[in-house]
T-cell receptor, first 112, second 115 residues
Framework: AQSVTQLGSHVSVSEGALVLLRCNYSSSVPPYLFWYVQYPNQGLQLLLKYTTGATLVKGINGFEAEFKKSETSFHLTKPSAHMSDAAEYFCAVTDSWGKLQFGAGTQVVVTP | NAGVTQTPKFRVLKTGQSMTLLCAQDMNHEYMYWYRQDPGMGLRLIHYSVGEGTTAKGEVPDGYNVSRLKKQNFLLGLESAAPSQTSVYFC??????????????FGSGTRLTVV
């Protein structure tokens, strides 16, 4: 069975500071891993994904994530936070049939 | 290019009432999903469909029914609403391409309150 654990339900960062959101997964099959972002009162949008190959993947809006198999992690980073990054972020893993299993989410607040 | 459209966007129901949430996609996607989102619990899969005329149960199917009579539409029904079904409901769709698995397009959600 697949599962995802996101460390920290709320993260507060200063504008211009590093954004680091932590995600650990468990999977019985080689995982496809995802980060989705949800802006207020909107649906989820795909931020980036890891399938196979390069373990450092780049997404939209300057975000990137690194797949570390030995640590079963897929942490999301952005070097410099912007006010527009305030949103909820979800890490997810696919099961063997391709259905997504989501983490509980991390709410990001950006302070001036 | 509307993507995934959910109707209605908001609804208040009384306990015991029934309603249907409609999801429509215009991307010719084979797979469609219904999730519910509750604070601190992420998104949980209610039901899904891998093609027209087929549906399957997800993680939290009790109290819900679904139908997929047309490829582009996926309906979620609540037969007898309960306060525990107060939630935000999201529909999503994805292609049949196995390499694209997990890359979903989401609707903007339906906020349902059961009083």
């Amino acid at each position: 069975a697949q599962s995802v654990t996101q460390l920290g339900s709320h993260v507060s960062v200063s504008e211009g500071a590093l954004v680091l959101l932590r995600c650990n997964y468990s999977s019985s099959v080689p995982p496809y891993l995802f980060w989705y972002v949800q802006y207020p009162n909107q649906g989820l949008q795909l931020l980036l994904k890891y399938t196979t190959g390069a373990t450092l993947v780049k997404g939209i809006n300057g975000f990137e994530a690194e797949f570390k198999k030995s640590e079963t992690s897929f942490h999301l980073t952005k070097p410099s936070a912007h006010m527009s990054d305030a949103a909820e972020y979800f890490c997810a893993v696919t099961d063997s049939w391709g259905k997504l299993q989501f983490g509980a989410g991390t709410q990001v607040v950006v302070t001036p | 290019n509307a993507g995934v459209t959910q109707t209605p966007k908001f609804r208040v129901l009384k306990t015991g009432q029934s309603m249907t949430l409609l999801c429509a996609q215009d991307m010719n996607h084979e797979y469609m999903y219904w999730y519910r989102q509750d604070p601190g619990m992420g998104l949980r899969l209610i039901h899904y469909s891998v093609g027209e005329g087929t549906t399957a149960k997800g993680e939290v199917p009790d109290g819900y029914n679904v139908s997929r009579l047309k490829k582009q539409n996926f309906l979620l029904g609540l037969e007898s609403a309960a306060p525990s079904q107060t939630s935000v409901y999201f529909c999503a769709s994805s292609t049949l391409n196995f390499l694209d698995r997990g890359s979903y397009t989401f609707g903007s959600g339906t906020r349902l309150t059961v009083v």
